[in-house]
């Protein structure tokens, strides 16, 4: 079946350091891949997606490659800042009509330290 | 400004008790969706309504029971029979090609 598999945290960086969280996925078909975002005590945010191979999402000096031939979703950031602390969840949503599950990795907890 | 909106924000249960925690979203969705998240681990589905009046279960429904009587609304019920139920719950609704998921802040529900 569909899955996720997500680089496990904590993962610590100083203030202006590379980040990668690496995800890879199982799927049948073309899934959308996306990359949400989740800050202490609140829901989760859409931080980035992409929707066909080859396609990279960015926002927020983030950005993500949706790799078919890796089946690979990795999530980088050049130069993160302390308010970038939060979990980080890499999900997938199957290419079918209708409501979809969307199928989540566990998370991976990022702290910034200045 | 469209959203979702999750009430309450922190809810404490007796147990033995029922609760209900509302979900209500005035973006036009037609899919609404219930999660819920323990410390440390990813959401798992509960429940989903594609439609009004039409709802499937998810992955953990055991203990759990949903209604979706207007488009706008979609609570979820947590019944005595849930064995666990202190976790964050998380709402989330998505519209027309039900890609993209938009979710609420969430109701952290504590048994005594």
């Known amino acids: 079946g569909d899955s996720v598999t997500q680089m496990e945290g904590p993962v610590t960086l100083s203030e202006e350091a590379f980040l990668t969280i690496n995800c890879t996925y199982t799927?049948?078909?073309?899934?959308?891949l996306f990359w949400y975002v989740q800050y202490p005590g609140e829901g989760l945010q859409l931080l980035l997606k992409?929707?066909?191979?080859?396609d990279k999402g960015s926002n927020k000096g983030f950005e993500a490659t949706y790799r078919k031939e890796t089946t690979s979703f990795h999530l980088e950031k050049g130069s993160v800042q302390v308010s970038d602390s939060a979990v980080y969840f890499c999900?997938?949503?199957?290419?079918?009509?209708?409501?979809?599950?969307?199928?989540f990795g566990t998370g991976t907890r990022l702290t910034v330290i200045p | 400004d469209g959203g979702i909106t999750q009430s309450p924000k922190y809810l404490f249960r007796k147990e033995g008790q029922n609760v209900t925690l509302s979900c209500e979203q005035n973006?036009?969705?037609?899919?609404m969706y219930w999660y819920r998240q323990d410390p440390g681990q990813g959401l798992r589905l509960i429940y989903y309504?594609?439609?009004?009046?039409?709802?499937q279960k998810g992955d953990i429904a055991e203990g759990y029971s949903v209604s979706r009587e207007k488009k706008e609304s979609f609570p979820l019920t947590v019944t005595s029979a849930q064995k666990n139920p202190t976790a964050f719950y998380l709402c989330?609704?998505?519209?027309?090609?039900?890609?993209?998921?938009?979710f609420g802040p969430g109701t952290r529900l504590t048994v005594l």
């Open positions: 973006l036009n969705h037609d899919a």
């Open positions: 799927a049948t078909g073309y899934p959308s």
């Open positions: 989330a609704s998505s519209g027309q090609g039900y890609n993209e998921q938009f």
């Open positions: 309504s594609q439609i009004v009046n039409d709802f």
């Open positions: 992409a929707t066909k191979a080859d």
């Open positions: 999900a997938l949503s199957p290419l079918i009509t209708g409501a979809n599950n969307l199928f």
